[in-house]
């Protein structure tokens, strides 16, 4: 279980993170929605260790993340699917997904196959510059490259983010058959219809604070969370 | 104008080019990775030639050489923890500017240690041994610089491009941030792109000095510019492009020379950088731009 408390982030005085604390119990798929700049991407980054927290504590298990490097941190079995999908433009589909097993020194094969089959287009298009696939296809990729590196839990930054609606279907799709597999998922989004549908439990982050927490069921069916992230309020 | 003078410049220009390589793969992989121009390699490579001077006092050429190739490694990646680590995130520019600090640290250090007076540099006897076909004699080192030099950056771009560290080498010139979350040390990819350039330049340096017989505290500026336009000339970043360049410019040099217009030759380089600049700012052999959002 990932266990977040009281995490602050500031960067040069302003406060992008408050106060947020929740919890990723093992094998479930949690959420984070809020709109933009509420401080949900500082919070992946710190917890993968590319931004220092300023106060808090994240705890994996029970072993505390806080102050760790990222290749410690990612050796523990947690990865992330940066906002923005970030492919290795001038790599090839299946140098990207080996890099993302870079940390590893067993047989790749197994997990290639695995991916393959999760992501039949990456097969396809394994010997293509990552740099020259569609938006939804490097999302797959990303997907597929942080697969590689056998992890316990994934955090996805804003999967959805800029894919047409039929490809977000898609990538939905795949993260939960990613977590029927076995792997927890943490799943920052702006797209609250969509995450909160799949979503285990789920955090409303607005200006770096948890606001509101839930079943995903119960956020969806929430009047507050209607009018202010689903557009749809009974009005 | 003879036959055999025309060969023996073409000699000279390759081995002049082959060195030059040398030192503009260090430029062009310190570029690729920090985005910065290291100002101080070709005072590294200076610095070099001052090593050899000294072990080569006591020690016999076949220390020497690993001597000297580890020393200027050592100050390489000294110079980088020192001067350009404690950077990382400020803006690139003051990276650059602390690069041209340690250039003229570099010289004004080795001016004050070993004196503004060009020391003579080892005449080590396995690379002058002197070749003579008819009219055109050759030292050895003359023939082993450019042989050497296609060797290294052949060895080079295979590393970069097939091996499991080059893999992670070209992540980090693309994306520090999601390299990291790879789990690459990014720290430790930089080491590594000091560590080849400083052994590149120490190797460079061997070669350049031995045809040129003197070491001085500036040998390394007009030099170390000179190679900084061969990897510009050959698109910035990359490799083979580096060595390209450097044969361009070397050759290119040693042709004015010969034409008795050596005073231009200099002159001649940088009008060469304006004229790619102006023509094909992304060099020879520059960064195609393949991005898709």
Known sequence: MLEVRNLKINYGGIEAVRDISFDVPDAKIVTLVGANGAGKSSTLRSIIGLVKSSGGTVKWGKEVLNGKKTDEIVKNGITLVPEGRHVFPDQTVLENLKIGAYLRKDSLEEDLERVYKLFPRLKERSWQLAGTLSGGEQQMLAVGRALMANPSIIMMDEPSLGLAPIVVQDIFKIIKKVNKAGTTVLLVEQNANMALRIADYAYVIENGRVTMQGTGKELLSNEDVKRAYLGTSAG | ?293
Not at chain 2, 74 to 86: C, D, F, G, N, R
Not at chain 2, 228 to 236: D, E, K, N, P, T
């Open chain 2, 1 to 293: 104008m003879t036959l055999s003078y025309l060969v023996q410049q073409l000699l000279n220009g390759l081995s002049l080019g082959g060195a030059y390589a040398m030192i503009a793969i260090g430029y062009t992989m310190v570029y690729g990775i920090l985005r910065m121009i290291n100002f101080a390699h070709g005072d590294e490579f200076m610095v070099a030639g001052y090593f050899m001077v000294y072990a080569i006092a006591v020690f016999p050429w076949f220390v020497s050489v690993p001597l000297v190739i580890g020393g200027t490694v050592l100050m390489s990646v000294l110079i980088e923890k020192t001067a350009y680590k404690p950077l990382r995130n400020a803006p690139r520019m003051s990276v650059m500017i602390s690069a041209i600090g340690v250039s003229y640290f570099l010289q004004n250090l080795a001016n004050y240690l070993f004196t503004a007076m060009p020391q003579s540099y080892p005449q080590i006897s396995v690379l002058k041994y002197v070749y003579t076909f008819g009219d055109v004699s050759v030292s050895r080192v003359t023939l082993l610089a450019p042989i050497l030099t296609l060797v290294l950056a052949f060895l080079l771009v295979m590393f970069v491009n097939h091996s499991k560290l080059g893999m992670a080498m070209r992540a980090c010139s693309k994306d520090q941030d999601t390299a990291r979350i790879m789990g690459i040390r990014v720290d430790n990819i930089i080491t590594m792109t000091f560590v080849i350039g400083g052994a590149l330049a120490a190797i460079g340096s061997i070669l350049y000095f031995t045809d040129r017989n003197t070491v001085q505290p500036y040998s390394g500026s007009l030099p170390g510019l000179k190679c900084f336009v061969a990897a510009v000339i050959g698109g910035i970043g990359n490799i083979p492009g580096a060595v390209v360049g450097g044969f361009i410019v070397g050759i290119c040099q040693i042709i004015i020379t010969a034409a008795g217009y050596s005073v231009f030759s200099d002159a001649f380089t940088f009008l060469l950088l304006i004229i790619i600049l102006i023509g094909r700012p992304s060099g020879l052999f520059g960064e195609k731009a393949v991005e898709k959002v």
